[in-house]
Each structure stands twice: as C-alpha cells, then as structure tokens.
C-alpha cells in the first residue's frame, strides 16, 4: 500500500527524541530547505543549520542559504574551506572524498555547538546512480531523514509549494566539480568560469543550465525546451560573445538536453 504524505511527515516528526539538538547541513536547495523548515517549526530553537563555503560551491547558493536562515530566525554557521587535496584531479569517488572532509568538519562544528545529531536532505529519489557520497554519510553517521521518511523529490516540490515557498520549483544543482571531467585536475579559474558562465545563462533565461567545461570547449546543457531559442541567431550570438570573454574557444549545446551525472559515462566499470 503506498504510503501517503500525511503518513511521511508524521513518520518524520517522531524520528528524534524531544531532547535532540539536531545539525541541518544546508544547502539552500530544495531538499535541505524543506528539511530545515519542518524540522525548525517541529523542534524550534533545537535545530541549527550550517553551510559549507568552498570554491567550488557557487556564492549565491551560499547567499541564499544565508537568506532563508534569517527568515526563519535558524541559528546558521558557515564553514569556510579550501579544496582538499584529495581531490585537486577530481577522481571519480570525489564525491565520497569531499562528503567525507566536509561531514569531518560538520561533526566537528556540532560538537563545537552542541548537537547530538546531524541531518542532511538526501531524499528517496537519491539512491539510484552513482552516488558514492552516500557511502560516506552511512559511515559517519549522518542522518537523512527525508530518506528514512521515504520522500520523494516531487512529493518535496509538492510540499514547498502549498506552503507558498517560491524555492519548490527551484532547478536542482551539484557543485561545480560535477561541471569538469574525472580524472582533470581543479583549479579556481575554471570554478569561475563555470560559476560566472552559469549565471549568465541563468539570468538570460535558461534556468537549470549547466556548463560542462573540456578545457576549451563547453559543454552547454539545458532543457531541451531551450534549444529553439538558444540557437535563434541573436541569442546564439550574445552567448558565444560571452562565453569567449571568459576564456572559452568552443561553445557548443549538447543535444542530449540536461540529464543529472552526465559525467558518469565516463567511468570504467
């Protein structure tokens, strides 16, 4: 029989222990906030939130973590760093590499405040693929409790939006590093060039565009929705112009449209 919403927030409510102090690592993405939020407006004051700053996190994630903590008067720490050198050539397990030194610093930091749990918004729908990030938050601990609840993206979205929360169609992101092929070594004007070039394209309209950087040539994926319009020779142009100002010889759009870990082809079985 499936499981109704009603029956997933309450599972989620009694999941912690009235004398939890729990740990939000958020985002300020769909999922995290929609974790942050009920469990602010179940527990209060017993919930706190942190945000990791690193370069290859893009600023205005950041800004509006910061943003949607403030409104809803969540004390919020920001962790500020650098790349770990385990995964300066982005290997293919960087993920599970990245979730393990970022998670170190969140337990240390809840430790620091005083929080005996730490949550993050994996949710039902982020078991398939390759996520070897996953392994990492089961080895040290950290709770998903949209997971555990069962929720699924949509059912996320759904939530979000009755409570008139502007971000339930927000288009879901990854850090920067899912933007460059494994096995290619990281460096800050790279991240910049994709953060800025992925603004750009933004604020021109293509919400949820990703650039897919191959040293000097980008990859541009978006809904296909988007490609009559891209290639319209005004829009085409204002783009190409753009993208070489950043240092990019090659623009080009991948006919596949955006479809979540397109770098994965690229690792051996």
Not at 38 to 44: D, H, R
Not at 70 to 90: A, F, Q, T
Request: proline share 4%; glycine share 6%.
């Amino acid at each position: 029989m499936e499981i109704t919403i009603k029956e997933k927030l309450d599972k989620l409510k009694k999941l912690f222990k009235k004398s939890d102090r729990i740990l939000v690592a958020f985002s300020g993405g769909v999922d995290s906030t929609f974790l942050l939020t009920t469990l602010a407006a179940i527990k209060g004051p017993e919930v706190f939130a942190v945000t990791v700053k690193t370069p290859y996190i893009p600023q205005w994630e950041v800004d509006e973590a910061i943003s949607l903590c403030k409104s809803i008067n969540v004390e919020h720490g920001i962790l500020n760093l650098p790349i770990p050198v385990s995964i300066k050539d982005n290997p293919a397990d960087r993920c599970y590499q990245c979730k393990t030194i970022l998670f170190k610093n969140i337990l240390k930091y809840a430790d620091d405040i005083g929080c005996n749990i730490i949550v993050d918004g994996s949710n039902a729908d982020d078991t398939g693929d390759y996520r070897p990030g996953m392994k990492a938050l089961n080895e040290l601990g950290i709770r998903s409790p949209l997971l555990e609840s069962n929720f699924k993206k949509s059912e996320i979205r759904s939530l979000l939006k009755d409570r008139g929360m502007e971000i339930w169609n927000k288009p879901a992101y990854a850090c920067l590093l899912t933007r460059i092929p494994y096995d290619t070594p990281i460096d800050k004007e790279s991240l910049s060039i994709i953060e800025m070039a992925e603004i750009f394209l933004h604020d021109e309209g293509y919400r949820g565009a990703r650039l897919r950087l191959h040293g000097d040539i980008a990859r541009i994926e978006c809904s296909t929705e988007f490609h009559s319009e891209i290639i319209k020779e005004i829009n085409r142009s204002k783009i190409i112009n753009y993208l070489k100002t950043l240092g990019i010889n090659y623009v080009t759009i991948d006919l596949e449209g955006y479809r979540t870990g397109s770098m994965n082809v690229l690792i051996k079985s």
